[in-house]
């Protein structure tokens, strides 16, 4: 089992900036691929980012490509989303996802509780 939990969400004017934060306990987290993924009221919920369990692989939907940035510290057991100009499309919950799969960008098993992210326009 892993467990995680996000923090960092909140209310945001476009153009702003916020870093989210997934702490993880339980199983090795170094050994899980880490994402994040976000949903938007009446949307289905989608890949944002992710990345490797040793940092050195990463992959952007082509919608954050250049806005948001994606690292981990195995040593802290936590892996951050940076997010830089947001855009109000931006808002949704973010949830933070162990053993996710950049190959086929598919989730894995286990899921925070979620954050949620306000962009005002």
């Known amino acids: 089992q892993v467990q995680l939990v996000e923090s960092g969400g909140g209310l945001v004017q476009a153009g702003g900036s916020l870093r989210l934060s997934c702490a993880a306990s339980?199983?090795?987290?170094?050994?899980?691929?880490m994402g994040w993924f976000r949903q938007a009221p009446g949307k289905e919920r989608e890949l944002v980012a992710a990345?490797?369990?040793?940092?050195?692989?990463?992959y952007y939907a082509d919608s954050v490509k250049g806005r948001f940035t994606i690292s981990r510290d195995n040593a802290k057991n936590t892996v951050y989303l940076q997010m830089n100009s947001l855009k109000p499309e931006d808002t949704a919950v973010y949830y933070c996802?162990?053993?996710?799969?950049?190959?086929?960008?598919?989730?894995?098993?286990?899921w925070g509780q979620g954050t949620q992210v306000i962009v005002s326009s």
């Open positions: 996802n162990a053993g996710v799969s950049i190959a086929t960008m598919t989730s894995g098993n286990y």
């Open positions: 339980g199983r090795t987290f170094s050994g899980y691929a």
């Open positions: 990345i490797s369990w040793s940092g050195s692989r990463k």
